[in-house]
């Protein structure tokens, strides 16, 4: 696989990070499936959502790809009345990534992110690297800090 701008940006920052391929199903891109094709624990795969909110613009949440965000906790990490779901449609445009390949690091520009709390239970949590296919194993703290992100819980209760 050819180097992402995702690995780039670790490498240049000396964060160590594993890369973990898996064959693509344009049909299901799910965190579930992905973490069904690597082995890993599904609570250990993160799923990268890009938001708007009302008067501070774009944000980003690192979810479990098994959870699903609250938009009202979510508004209130980011100090917003409403928040609501990028399109899919516009993904690409604002982040620079494609829904299934879109990373938390190196979007076109830095957004306000926050990741879920729950990854400080793992040594990794897995990002996507950039593209459909590849996600990054990256300890939580060091994605954090690298980010700029806020570790804070915006998952809704099940």
């Given amino acids: 696989m050819n180097k992402t701008n995702a690995m780039r940006l670790l490498e ?3 964060i160590p990070f594993e ?5 693509v ?7 579930e499936s992905v973490a069904r094709k690597t082995g890993k624990d599904h609570a250990q795969i993160f799923k990268t ?3 708007k909110g009302e008067k501070n ?3 980003v949440c690192c979810i479990p790809a098994c959870e699903e965000l609250d938009l009202k ?3 209130a990490a980011f100090g917003e009345k409403k928040v609501e779901m990028l399109h899919v449609k516009d993904l690409l445009k604002t982040t620079g990534y494609i829904r299934g390949g879109c990373s938390p690091i190196g979007m076109k520009k830095q957004f306000p992110t926050v990741i879920d709390e729950t990854a400080v239970l793992f040594d990794k949590i897995y990002v ?3 593209v459909r296919g590849a996600m990054l194993g990256v300890a939580p703290d060091e994605l954090a800090a690298f980010v700029g992100a806020k570790l804070l819980d915006v998952t ?3």
């Fill in 49 to 51: 959502l890009v938001f």
């Fill in 73 to 75: 906790k979510t508004a």
């Fill in 19 to 23: 890369l973990l391929e898996y064959p």
């Fill in 128 to 130: 996507s690297a950039g």
């Fill in 12 to 14: 240049s920052a000396k």
């Fill in 156 to 158: 809704a209760v099940r």
């Fill in 25 to 31: 199903d344009e049909n299901d891109l799910s965190g």
């Fill in 57 to 59: 613009g774009f944000g």
